[in-house]
C-alpha cells in the first residue's frame, strides 16, 4: 500500500492550520486543527503557497472537509470532492493518515537513538611552564623634555596621504581602553548602484517583506550616501534603476494581505509592524485595492462576536481586547449584554440561607458560570455587581471611595485672617 502522507503533521505552521480551519468553517465543514494537520501531510512543504491561496479564497461548494480541501488544491472539481465528502468516502482516508501519523511519531525516537554518539574529548592536563619573568616599562619623559615628532614633508608627506583606506572607511584616531566604541563603518551608496546591487536589495527586499520602512532602515545600517542616511527617494530611485520595485510592491501586498487576514480587519497591529500611523495604512490599502476585502474580514468579525452567546467568552473579549471591539464598533453593544447577562445571573440565583452577604452571592454566581477571578474581579468593579448583589439581599452598602481623587470629597473650609476693626 502507498504511503499517503510525505512530511509529518507537526512540522505544519499553526498560522496555515488556521486558515484552513476558517476555510472549512465557511465551507460547511467545521473540523479540528489535528484532522486538519493530517490532510495537510498529504502535500509536501513547497506547496503551502498554494494552500494559503486557496484557503483565503470563498468555498467554491459545500460541504468541503480539510482532506477534500486539498482534493480541490491538487485539481479535483469543487463539486467531485463535495459529493464525496457527503458520501463519506474521506473517513478511510482520515483513517490511513491516522495510522502514518502514528508510526512517524513512533519513527522519531528511534532514529534519534540510532544516531552515533560522538566520544567525548579529554581535556589535557596543564603542563607545568617556567615562571616568566616580567619586565616593567620605564615612565614616560616628563613634557618638558619630550621631542616633537617630524611632520612628514615632500614625497614621503604625498605617499602617506595617498595610502588611503578602502572606501568607505576613513582613519579613526587611537583610542584606548576596555569599552571603546566609535561610530559605524558604512559602505558606499555605489556598491548598490553597481550591477551587484540587485542581487542585495532584492535578498533585502524579501527579508523584510517588501516593507519599505523595513527596508530602508537595513540600508542605512550598512550603507550611507555621502556620510549621511539614505532618503526613501534615494532608494525607489535604486529600485527601479534595477527593475525591482514592481517586485518590492507585489511582495509587500501578499504580505499585507497576510497580517490583514491574520488580524481580521484589524489595523492597529498592522500598522505597528509595518511602523506605519493607521492613516498611512489605510492609504496603503486603498492603494492596493484591499478595502473591500477588509471591510468584508471586518464584517465577519463583527458577525462572529455578536454570536457569541457564553458570558465568560463576552467577559475575556471586553476585557483583552477593547481596543478591536471598539474598532470594529461593537464595544457598546457587547458591554450592554454582558451587563444585562450579569445582572439577571445575579438576580435569578436561587437564594439560601448561608447567602447572607453580597460577597459570598457574587462567588456563587462565579462558580456557577466558571469564570476566572481575575475576569470576575473586573467585572465587579466594571459592572457594579456587589450593588446589585446588595440590592438583592436588601443590605445597605457602604458608601465607596469616589474614582478620582478629589471628586466628591469635602474639604475644610478655608480660613481666612480677621478684619481689623473699623472705627
Known amino acids: 500500500?502507498?504511503?499517503?502522507?510525505?512530511?509529518?503533521?507537526?512540522?505544519?505552521?499553526?498560522?496555515?492550520?488556521?486558515?484552513?480551519?476558517?476555510?472549512?468553517?465557511?465551507?460547511?465543514?467545521?473540523?479540528?486543527?489535528?484532522?486538519?494537520?493530517?490532510?495537510?501531510?498529504?502535500?509536501?512543504?513547497?506547496r503551502e503557497r498554494d494552500?494559503?491561496?486557496?484557503?483565503?479564497?470563498?468555498?467554491?461548494?459545500?460541504?468541503?472537509?480539510?482532506?477534500?480541501?486539498?482534493?480541490?488544491?491538487?485539481?479535483?472539481?469543487?463539486?467531485?470532492?463535495?459529493?464525496?465528502?457527503?458520501?463519506?468516502a474521506y473517513l478511510a482516508m482520515a483513517r490511513q493518515a491516522a495510522a502514518e501519523a502514528l508510526e512517524m511519531q513512533l519513527a522519531?525516537?528511534?532514529?534519534?537513538?540510532?544516531?552515533?554518539?560522538?566520544?567525548?574529548?579529554?581535556?589535557?592536563?596543564?603542563?607545568?611552564?617556567?615562571?616568566?619573568?616580567?619586565?616593567?616599562?620605564?615612565?614616560?619623559?616628563?613634557?618638558?623634555?619630550?621631542?616633537?615628532?617630524?611632520t612628514p614633508?615632500?614625497?614621503?608627506?604625498?605617499?602617506?596621504?595617498?595610502?588611503?583606506?578602502?572606501?568607505?572607511?576613513?582613519?579613526?584616531?587611537?583610542?584606548?581602553?576596555?569599552?571603546?566604541?566609535?561610530?559605524p563603518a558604512k559602505r558606499p551608496i555605489q556598491e548598490l548602484e553597481a550591477p551587484e546591487g540587485a542581487d542585495i536589495l532584492l535578498q533585502l527586499v524579501g527579508e523584510?517583506?517588501?516593507?519599505?520602512?523595513?527596508?530602508?532602515?537595513?540600508?542605512?545600517?550598512?550603507?550611507?550616501?555621502d556620510g549621511g542616511p539614505i532618503g526613501a527617494a534615494r532608494l525607489e530611485a535604486l529600485l527601479r534603476r534595477h527593475q525591482i520595485e514592481e517586485q518590492r510592491r507585489r511582495i509587500e501586498r501578499d504580505r499585507l494581505r497576510t497580517l490583514l487576514r491574520r488580524e481580521r480587519g484589524f489595523d492597529r497591529p498592522v500598522a505597528?509592524?509595518?511602523?506605519?500611523?493607521?492613516?498611512?495604512l489605510r492609504r496603503l490599502i486603498q492603494t492596493y485595492g484591499l478595502a473591500e476585502e477588509v471591510e468584508e474580514l471586518r464584517a465577519r468579525a463583527r458577525a462572529d462576536i455578536l454570536a457569541e452567546t457564553q458570558l465568560s467568552a463576552r467577559l475575556a473579549l471586553l476585557f483583552r481586547q477593547q481596543d478591536r471591539l471598539r474598532a470594529l464598533g461593537v464595544y457598546r453593544e457587547v458591554r450592554q449584554a454582558a451587563a444585562h447577562e450579569l445582572r439577571e445571573r445575579v438576580d435569578t440565583l436561587p437564594l439560601d440561607e448561608k447567602i447572607q452577604a453580597p460577597e459570598v452571592l457574587l462567588e456563587m454566581v462565579r462558580r456557577q458560570e466558571g469564570i476566572d477571578r481575575g475576569l470576575w474581579r473586573w467585572a465587579t468593579e466594571a459592572f457594579d455587581l456587589l450593588a446589585v448583589a446588595a440590592r438583592r439581599l436588601g443590605i445597605p452598602l457602604a458608601p465607596t471611595r469616589p474614582r478620582h481623587p478629589?471628586?466628591?470629597?469635602?474639604?475644610?473650609?478655608?480660613?481666612?485672617?480677621?478684619?481689623?476693626d473699623r472705627r
Do not use: Y
Not at 154 to 183: I, K, L, M, W, Y
Open 108 to 150: 522519531r525516537p528511534a532514529q534519534e537513538e540510532a544516531k552515533p554518539l560522538t566520544p567525548i574529548r579529554r581535556r589535557r592536563k596543564a603542563t607545568k611552564t617556567p615562571p616568566v619573568l616580567v619586565r616593567r616599562r620605564r615612565t614616560a619623559e616628563p613634557s618638558a623634555t619630550r621631542t616633537e615628532p617630524e
Open 51 to 88: 494552500l494559503r491561496m486557496a484557503a483565503s479564497r470563498e468555498p467554491p461548494a459545500t460541504p468541503l472537509s480539510p482532506q477534500a480541501f486539498v482534493d480541490w488544491v491538487e485539481g479535483m472539481p469543487p463539486d467531485q470532492a463535495a459529493a464525496l465528502e457527503e458520501a463519506g
Open 406 to 420: 478629589g471628586h466628591g470629597r469635602l474639604r475644610p473650609p478655608r480660613m481666612r485672617n480677621p478684619r481689623p
Open 1 to 46: 500500500m502507498s504511503r499517503l502522507l510525505v512530511r509529518d503533521p507537526r512540522e505544519i505552521s499553526d498560522s496555515l492550520v488556521a486558515a484552513v480551519l476558517d476555510f472549512c468553517r465557511r465551507a460547511k465543514r467545521p473540523s479540528t486543527p489535528e484532522e486538519v494537520r493530517l490532510a495537510l501531510a498529504r502535500l509536501p512543504e513547497e
Open 208 to 225: 523584510t517583506d517588501g516593507n519599505l520602512r523595513a527596508l530602508l532602515d537595513r540600508v542605512n545600517l550598512a550603507w550611507a550616501e
Open 153 to 183: 614633508s615632500g614625497e614621503g608627506a604625498a605617499a602617506e596621504a595617498g595610502a588611503s583606506t578602502r572606501p568607505g572607511r576613513s582613519r579613526a584616531a587611537p583610542r584606548f581602553g576596555r569599552f571603546v566604541s566609535g561610530r
Open 272 to 280: 505597528r509592524a509595518w511602523k506605519l500611523s493607521p492613516r498611512e
